[in-house]
C-alpha cells in the first residue's frame, strides 16, 4: 500500500479549500512509529492554519494535511525493543506542517510524542485529549504552577483547552473562576470552577479583581479580553496568553500595569500524557466530545469549529474501532 485516503487544505482560505485526496503513505523514520489513525480531533489552530494563520507561514507547498491529534493502532514500531509496539492503542499529537497531519489514514510521530491510550476512553474520545489537555497542563501546571490558596481566572472555560484547564486548576487546589457563555455556565461549573461568569451578561472586570493568574484563551480578538484581563491581577500577577497573534502588545500592556506576561506554545509529550492518562482513568479528568464527524467531513467540521461555539472537543472518525 503507497497510497492513504487524506483530507487536505488545497491552499489558504475558507473550508471549501478541504478536499479528498488520494495522499502517499508516510514511511517510518528514525524514532517515529507508523500509526493507523483511527480517530483526530478539530482543533482552532487546524482552522486558523487553513485560513493562512496560525502555522500557515511555515507551509513550503500546497496541498497539506491538516490535523495535529491521533488515536489509532501501532502500524511500525521505532526498533524492535521499543515499548509500542504493533497493535498497541495509542493517542499522541503531531507538529503541522512539520510533519503531515493526522486527518488521514496513516501518521508517522515521533515516538516522544505518543502513549498507550487510556482503558477508559474509546479512540474518538482519546483522540479528543492530546493537543487541547497537553497545552491547558502546559499553561495551567507548568508556568502557572496551581496550588492551593491560588486565585486563577480562566478564560473560555467550556472550549477545548478551557474544559481541561478548569478540571487541573481545580485538581491541584486553585480557585477557580471562568468565563463562558449562558449555555455552557453549569457545564463549566461541574468542572470545578468555584465561580462562573456568563460574558454574556456580565463584564468579568467589574466582578473580579485581586487574582494571582489568567489563563488567557481569547487575545484581544474579542471584546479586548486580554487588555481587560489585566485589571483582574494583582500587582506582580501573571497572565499567560495562548492564541497566536492575538495580542501583539502583551509586554508593553503587562509592564505598564505592574504585572507579568508570557505566551505559551505547546511541546508534545508522551510523558506528561501518560500522567494525563493516570488521571483520565482514575476519574479525575474528562474529556467532553460535543461533535462527531467523518473523515470526508473534515471541511464540515472547520465550518463547526469556525462559528466558535464548541463545548468541549471536536471528534473525527477516521476508520471504525
Not at 467589574?206 to 489563563?215: K, L, W
Not at 503587562?254 to 494525563?276: D, I, W
Request: aromatic residues 6%; contains cysteine.
Amino acid at each position: 500500500m503507497t497510497t492513504m485516503r487524506a483530507m487536505v487544505a488545497t491552499g489558504a482560505g475558507g473550508p471549501e479549500v478541504i478536499e479528498s485526496a488520494d495522499w502517499p503513505r508516510p514511511v517510518r523514520a528514525g524514532a517515529e512509529a507508523l500509526v493507523r489513525v483511527l480517530a483526530s480531533s478539530m482543533n482552532p489552530i487546524d482552522a486558523k492554519t487553513r485560513a493562512g494563520r496560525g502555522a500557515a507561514a511555515a507551509i513550503r507547498s500546497y496541498p497539506v494535511v491538516l490535523g495535529h491529534d491521533l488515536a489509532g493502532i501501532i502500524e511500525e514500531a521505532p526498533y524492535e525493543a521499543h515499548a509500542l509496539q504493533p497493535g498497541r492503542a495509542v493517542y499522541g499529537m503531531t507538529l503541522v506542517p512539520r510533519y503531515d497531519g493526522t486527518h488521514a489514514e496513516f501518521a508517522s510521530v515521533p515516538e516522544m510524542f505518543l502513549a498507550p491510550k487510556p482503558a477508559s476512553l474509546s479512540f474518538t474520545e482519546a483522540a479528543c485529549v492530546p493537543l487541547a489537555a497537553l497545552t491547558a497542563w502546559g499553561m495551567v501546571v507548568d508556568v502557572a504552577r496551581a496550588h492551593e490558596g491560588q486565585r486563577m481566572l480562566i478564560h473560555a472555560g467550556a472550549g477545548g483547552v478551557g474544559h481541561f484547564a478548569v478540571q487541573l486548576a481545580a485538581y491541584f487546589g486553585a480557585t477557580v473562576t471562568a468565563t463562558c457563555s449562558t449555555r455552557n455556565v453549569s457545564f463549566v461549573r461541574e468542572l470545578g470552577a468555584a465561580r462562573v461568569i456568563d460574558y454574556t451578561a456580565t463584564r468579568f472586570d467589574d466582578e473580579v479583581s485581586d487574582h494571582d493568574v489568567v489563563i488567557d484563551l481569547i487575545g484581544n480578538v474579542h471584546d479586548d479580553t486580554a487588555t481587560r484581563s489585566l485589571r483582574t491581577l494583582r500587582p506582580g500577577g501573571l497572565i499567560v496568553n495562548a492564541p497566536t497573534g492575538s495580542w501583539p502588545t502583551m509586554h508593553d500592556e503587562a509592564a505598564a500595569a505592574g504585572v507579568r506576561a508570557t505566551s505559551y506554545k505547546l511541546s508534545p509529550s508522551g510523558a506528561t500524557l501518560a500522567v494525563l492518562t493516570r488521571m483520565i482513568d482514575a476519574g479525575d479528568l474528562r474529556v467532553h466530545v460535543d461533535r462527531v464527524f467523518a473523515l470526508d467531513q473534515v471541511a464540515d467540521a472547520h465550518r463547526f469549529i469556525d462559528e466558535g461555539r464548541t463545548r468541549g472537543k471536536i471528534a473525527i472518525e477516521v476508520a471504525r474501532e
